[in-house]
C-alpha cells in the first residue's frame, strides 16, 4: 500500500485547512485509516481514525469538535477537515493504513502497517 498525504501549508489561527491522503496497492474499503501528527521536538500522537466502512470515527480530545475525519472509498481518499486551527496544532501529519485490524478504527500508531510521507501544517498566531 501506497499513502500520498496532502494539503498541509501555512495557516493563520482560526482558519481551516484539508488534509487528504490518497492511498493505492489495496481495496481501500478493505482497512480503517488514521492521521498522527508530529509537532517539533514532540511525539508522535493520534489525532483521529475511521474504520472501513466510515461508520466509526474517534478523536483525540485536543481536536474533538474541530477536525473531522472522513473517507470516500470510490475514491480511495481519506479527508481531515482542520477547523479553529490553533497554533499548537502545528506539526507533520502524517496518515497511516491498518491492514490486519478489524471492523474499527485504532488510537494507536502499532496497529498501523502503512505509512504515507508526512504534509507539514504550520499555524500562524
Known amino acids: 500500500v501506497q499513502l500520498q498525504a496532502s494539503g498541509g501549508g501555512l495557516v493563520q489561527a482560526g482558519g481551516s485547512l484539508r488534509l487528504s491522503c490518497v492511498a493505492s496497492?489495496?481495496?481501500?474499503?478493505?482497512?480503517?485509516m488514521g492521521w498522527f501528527r508530529q509537532a517539533p521536538g514532540g511525539e508522535r500522537e493520534f489525532v483521529s481514525a475511521?474504520?472501513?466502512?466510515?461508520?466509526?470515527?474517534r478523536y483525540a480530545d485536543s481536536v474533538k469538535g474541530r477536525f473531522t475525519i472522513s473517507r470516500d472509498n470510490a475514491k480511495n481518499t481519506v479527508y481531515l477537515q482542520m477547523n479553529s486551527l490553533k497554533p499548537e496544532d502545528t506539526a507533520v501529519y502524517y496518515c497511516?493504513?491498518?491492514?490486519?485490524?478489524?471492523?474499527?478504527?485504532?488510537?494507536?500508531?502499532?496497529?498501523?502497517?502503512?505509512w504515507g510521507q508526512g504534509t507539514l501544517v504550520t499555524v500562524s498566531s
Open positions: 475511521i474504520s472501513r466502512s466510515g461508520s466509526i470515527t
Open positions: 497511516a493504513a491498518d491492514l490486519y485490524g478489524g471492523l474499527g478504527a485504532p488510537r494507536v500508531g502499532f496497529e498501523y502497517n502503512y
Open positions: 496497492g489495496r481495496p481501500f474499503s478493505s482497512y480503517a
